[in-house]
């Protein structure tokens, strides 16, 4: 047990020296939540409404006071067959034009025009969640580094390890198989830590100020140790003469993962019959782990928490006993 310790730092000093270790660690996680945390802000679409007839000025303006509608006075029908985003408004009919793209905003036009009388629809308002789009797109890259580095971060040291002949060398030691597998987990432990820090401070940067506190530690641990445990149980079953098999198969297994799952996108934007599959696959649990802490500031559900446990000890309890120093 005493060779733990100095064992991880040695694997810290031996990989932190690598530059491509370096951006796996701190560089790509930043560039994952740059680019999906530009595609959360993208500006909404508007849809332009041209209206004509009666009380079409008060219309129009009405319509300007929403986030997604841009009312114009006058046009004709004719204006939507030769634009996307466009309808139009008979006021005096009562009549909407519009083509197939725009269908779905027919009834949410419909509720602005029925409430243009009512001002009185709501009586206040009260925001009771922080979940902005880019708290949501930060959290979900803090899941998919758990993922990424706990599975690709274990075949990665692994292989490495065996292509330098330095297995062999730690087979000759005196260090014990289970030193060597709680050693390499501890790494991806802390290499998660950092990713995750360069992530927070550019959620920061760009506005999302995330609640950090021992919970939200314990579950980024957890969530590493239980895919790493995954990496584990790949490389341990990958045939040694052709060790950069457990690579290929880690990546073919990771980036499905990643980007099928609430990382990136809610749930409801994936087809219907994919949504179990989505909202129950690990690394949603994780994400859904991580934003109750980070952003609702509340303890996980129990049993996610209890599904991810259980996970973590199925996949280091095989893991472990694949990946030896010594066959």
Same mark, same amino acid.
Not at 222 to 237: K, N, P, R
Not at 283 to 291: A, E, F, G, P, Q
Not at 301 to 315: M, Y
């Given at each position: 047990?005493?060779?733990?310790?100095?064992? %991880?730092?040695?694997?810290? &000093?031996?990989? @932190?020296?690598?530059?491509?270790?370096?951006?796996?660690?701190?560089?790509?996680?930043?560039?994952?939540?740059?680019?999906?945390?530009?595609?959360?802000?993208?500006?909404?679409?508007?849809?332009?409404?041209? $209206?004509?007839?009666?009380?079409?000025?008060?219309?129009?303006?009405? @319509?300007?006071?929403?986030?997604?509608?841009?009312?114009?006075?006058?046009?004709?029908?004719?204006?939507? &067959?030769?634009?996307?985003?466009?309808?139009?408004?008979?006021? %005096?009919?009562?009549?909407?034009? /519009?083509?197939?793209?725009?269908?779905?905003?027919?009834?949410?036009?419909?509720?602005?025009?029925?409430?243009?009388?009512?001002?009185?629809? !709501?009586?206040?308002?009260?925001?009771?969640?922080?979940?902005?789009?880019?708290?949501?797109?930060?959290?979900?890259?803090?899941?998919?580094?758990? @993922?990424?580095? +706990?599975?690709? +971060?274990?075949? =990665?040291?692994?292989?490495? /390890?065996?292509?330098?002949?330095?297995?062999?060398?730690?087979?000759?030691?005196?260090?014990?198989?289970?030193?060597?597998?709680?050693?390499?987990? !501890?790494?991806?432990?802390?290499?998660?830590?950092?990713?995750?820090?360069?992530?927070?401070?550019? +959620?920061?940067?760009?506005?999302?100020?995330?609640?950090?506190?021992?919970?939200?530690? =314990?579950?980024?641990?957890?969530?590493?140790?239980?895919?790493?445990?995954?990496?584990?149980?790949?490389?341990?079953?990958?045939?040694?003469?052709?060790?950069?098999?457990?690579?290929?198969?880690?990546?073919?297994?990771?980036?499905? !993962?990643?980007?099928?799952?609430?990382?990136?996108?809610?749930? #409801?934007?994936?087809?219907?019959?994919?949504?179990?599959?989505?909202? /129950?696959?690990?690394?949603?649990?994780?994400?859904?782990?991580?934003? #109750?802490?980070?952003? /609702? #500031?509340?303890?996980?559900?129990?049993?996610?928490?209890?599904?991810?446990? @259980?996970?973590?000890? $199925?996949?280091?309890?095989?893991?472990?006993?694949?990946?030896?120093?010594?066959?």
């Amino acid at each position: 047990m005493k060779k733990i310790i100095p064992t %991880t730092i040695a694997i810290i &000093k031996d990989n @932190l020296r690598s530059p491509i270790t370096i951006f796996f660690i701190l560089f790509f996680p930043l560039v994952l939540a740059i680019i999906f945390s530009l595609i959360s802000i993208v500006p909404q679409q508007h849809i332009v409404v041209y $209206v004509n007839g009666k009380n079409d000025s008060e219309i129009a303006s009405y @319509l300007n006071q929403s986030k997604l509608f841009i009312g114009i006075v006058g046009g004709n029908p004719q204006l939507v &067959k030769l634009n996307q985003q466009v309808m139009f408004y008979n006021s %005096t009919s009562k009549k909407v034009y /519009y083509n197939q793209l725009e269908a779905n905003y027919v009834p949410v036009l419909e509720t602005y025009l029925l409430s243009i009388h009512q001002k009185d629809l !709501l009586s206040s308002y009260e925001l009771i969640t922080r979940n902005t789009p880019e708290a949501y797109e930060i959290s979900g890259v803090i899941g998919v580094i758990s @993922l990424s580095n +706990g599975i690709l +971060g274990i075949t =990665g040291v692994g292989s490495g /390890y065996y292509r330098d002949k330095l297995i062999e060398r730690l087979a000759s030691s005196p260090l014990k198989d289970y030193e060597w597998v709680i050693s390499l987990m !501890l790494y991806e432990v802390l290499i998660t830590i950092m990713s995750t820090i360069v992530v927070l401070i550019f +959620g920061i940067i760009i506005g999302f100020l995330p609640i950090i506190s021992l919970s939200f530690i =314990g579950i980024l641990a957890l969530s590493t140790l239980m895919f790493s445990g995954l990496g584990a149980i790949i490389f341990g079953l990958s045939p040694k003469d052709k060790i950069a098999i457990s690579n290929t198969v880690a990546t073919v297994i990771v980036f499905p !993962l990643m980007f099928i799952s609430n990382a990136f996108f809610y749930v #409801d934007e994936f087809p219907q019959f994919f949504r179990a599959f989505v909202s /129950y696959q690990p690394v949603s649990l994780v994400n859904d782990m991580v934003r #109750d802490i980070l952003i /609702y #500031d509340k303890l996980p559900s129990p049993t996610i928490f209890f599904i991810i446990i @259980l996970l973590t000890a $199925v996949f280091i309890g095989i893991g472990s006993r694949l990946l030896k120093l010594r066959e």
